[in-house]
């Protein structure tokens, strides 16, 4: 059931608005070389922003940014494209200068609240302002090249030792190195932030603010317009992202048939009222359909990793006068909307916004750049397996785990 609009599409701690749930982010881009435009296809009501292309493990973030993105888009009518790649930068600032790095790579999971988080400290830049030649990629090449360099800099070089790390002139340096920000860009920031990047913008003195945005690249929370609904069938209400930020919470996902479906009846509400709800959830790759559906319990685990994503759409069945109301397809009858709230209707699947690129040759989508999680998979449980090595599962050490794990609703939902 369609509910229509344009689709464009862990480590640390984590917001406490969000939980702290960390996120390895599976899925990620096997090669960074590729450039796909981005598309702008009718699928839902959701007001998305259009579909993009992770090419390291930070889903959390491409989720973050496009709720933001969804939600300014909402009240502004004018789509934005927030950096995950500005942010992307300041969580590996945070982990090497707090002491988060504790073997020889920098963790790139997290969580939906980290990334709340690191706007709040950080606020958000325009893609393009931050790496230009990102201003209309779907996938950005900067941030592999980056990991690769920050990686080695751990392991052999600059980044080696704790101490070093601790240097926030020293962090700065090899960040803005990996990645090649231009002078323009640093000057910016260190006028934002100061010569090490010591400051952010929750920081006060005497109650004001220490450091001004103004004529910078970066916008705070409180200076991006958005709207959403406080309430199912409640009028939209426009302020702007820091109030988001705090009024939006995390509900986790419970255990019980009537309690699962009274949970699922909370998503449908905000669903209805295009509201762009979050969700974290474990990927089994080898519970992908050639049709972009996760549609049940693999019999052999496959590469597994935690994901955050953006619901759009659902299929359900039984609704009591009504039979089967489709996704992708358009419903404007009240009547039937309240009837697919019933305990006796089943929700089949609910449609995500994913960050896997618009179009894959070696992934299927159920709509372009969208996946269908089924309720036969999304129960589970499956069997959640230790990771190799080598990065292969371990089919040996396995423990069962319900795939479904939460999501971020609105207000009065």
């Known amino acids: 059931m369609a509910l229509r609009a344009h689709a464009r599409m862990l480590a640390v701690s984590a917001s406490i608005l969000f939980g702290s749930l960390a996120t390895g982010c599976s899925g990620e881009a096997p090669s960074a070389e590729e450039d796909i435009s981005l598309a702008d296809d009718a699928v839902t009501d959701v007001n998305h922003s259009s579909v993009k292309r992770q090419s ?49 790579e920098i963790e790139t999971g997290g ?15 325009n ?18 090249a980056a990991l690769t360099y920050i990686n080695e800099s751990i392991k052999n070089g600059k980044l080696k030792t704790a ?18 920000l231009t002078p323009a860009v640093v000057a910016n920031l260190e006028g934002l932030f100061g010569a090490d990047f010591s400051k952010n913008l929750t920081q006060t003195s005497s109650g004001r603010p220490v450091v001004s945005t103004a004529g910078t690249i970066a916008k705070r929370p ?48 905000a669903l209805h009222d295009a509201q762009p709800v979050a969700i974290t959830w474990t990927v089994d790759f080898n519970a992908l359909d050639s049709k972009g559906a996760f549609k049940g319990i693999p019999a052999t685990p496959g590469r597994q990793g935690g994901h955050v994503t953006i619901l759009e759409d659902y299929e359900v069945s039984n609704v009591p006068g009504y039979g089967t109301l489709a996704a992708g397809t358009v419903v404007t ?16 699947f609910f449609r995500t916004k994913n960050s896997w690129g618009v179009s894959r ?10 996946n269908d999680l ?17 990065g292969t599962t371990d089919t040996t050490k396995c423990s069962p785990e319900v795939p479904f794990s939460s999501v971020v609703l609105p207000p009065g939902y």
């Open 374 to 390: 089924y309720m036969d998979y999304m129960n589970g449980p499956i069997q959640r397996c230790e990771e190799k090595a080598d």
């Open 222 to 269: 409180s200076e991006v317009p958005v709207q959403y609904t406080k309430g199912a069938g409640k009028v939209p209400t426009k302020t702007t992202l820091d109030a988001a930020i705090r009024e939006w919470k995390v509900a986790y996902y419970p255990t019980g048939t009537s309690a699962r479906r009274t949970f699922q009846a909370r998503i449908q509400r």
């Open 163 to 180: 101490t070093a790390r601790k240097n926030r002139a020293t962090v700065k340096a090899e960040l803005v190195a990996a990645w090649k």
């Open 361 to 370: 040759a070696d992934r299927a989508f159920a709509a372009p750049g969208h």
């Open 111 to 125: 969580s939906f609240g980290l990334a709340t988080t690191l706007m709040g400290k950080y606020g958000v830049v």
């Open 127 to 144: 893609e393009g302002a931050f790496i230009a030649e990102e201003a209309s990629a779907e996938m950005s090449a900067r941030q592999k």
């Open 56 to 104: 390291i493990g930070n889903c959390w973030l491409y989720a973050g940014i496009g709720w933001a993105e969804s939600l300014n888009k909402s009240a502004t009518g004018v789509e934005q494209n927030f950096s995950e790649s500005y942010l992307t930068f300041w969580s590996w600032y945070d982990r090497l200068v707090g002491g988060q790095v504790t073997g020889t």
């Open 333 to 348: 009858d009240k009547a039937a909307l309240g009837a697919a709230l019933s305990s006796q209707a089943n929700i089949a």
